[in-house]
């Protein structure tokens, strides 16, 4: 018989477009339009972005530190799955895996709409620039290294650096963004970015540590 071939096991049909067919914001306005809860947890959001797996996760925990907002510990309390992703990903996982208890972890409805809001508008302009290239950079060796370096950056993210969190986060959610949507090009902007932010965050501790050492010479009189 002749027609039209059947679907392979491997395409999964004729379904709707996986979630890498579609860009991160929209997914999470289409997760926002149908949350009947009036809470949001990780595990659900983690399922409604689909196989998105490293990059949104990255890019999600990272964002925070970018808001405006004063919340103390916030960064080393997002900086620790931050971490556990970092991990997995220099190890050579294909999906990331998170404990039991991170996944029922939630936060009201009304203040995961207010992040998104905020986020959205910069998330799109960002996306219009996010394509296809340089692919190499992403293969299962690049990626390896990606996660050595993210591993760098979420440690320090996770340490009480005076001005020391909003660059390494920063890099963190473009490299997270160019996983997604395979983009080597951001990836190596993202890892600059990187960079300079450990050069910050070098120059304030060596900073700190100088003024801590003239004040002890200062109060035991030896300077």
Known sequence: M????SPRLDDGGPA?????KRRTSVLLREYIAGLDKPYASLGDLRDALGDR???VLLFIFALPNLMPVNIPLLSAVLGAPLVLLAVQLTYGRH???LPHWLTRQSISRQNFEAVV????PHLERAERWLRPRLIVLLSWTGERLIGVGLLVLTV?????IPFGNWLPAFAICIIGLAMVEKDGVAVLIGGAVGVFSLFVAGTVVIGLMHAFFLLLAGLT???
């Open 117 to 120: 809001s905020r986020a959205l």
């Open 221 to 223: 009189g030896t300077g």
């Open 2 to 5: 002749t027609g039209a071939p």
């Open 156 to 160: 320090v993210l996770t340490l009480p």
């Open 53 to 55: 797996g490293f990059g």
């Open 95 to 97: 999906k990331p895996w």
């Open 16 to 20: 709707k477009p996986s979630a890498n």
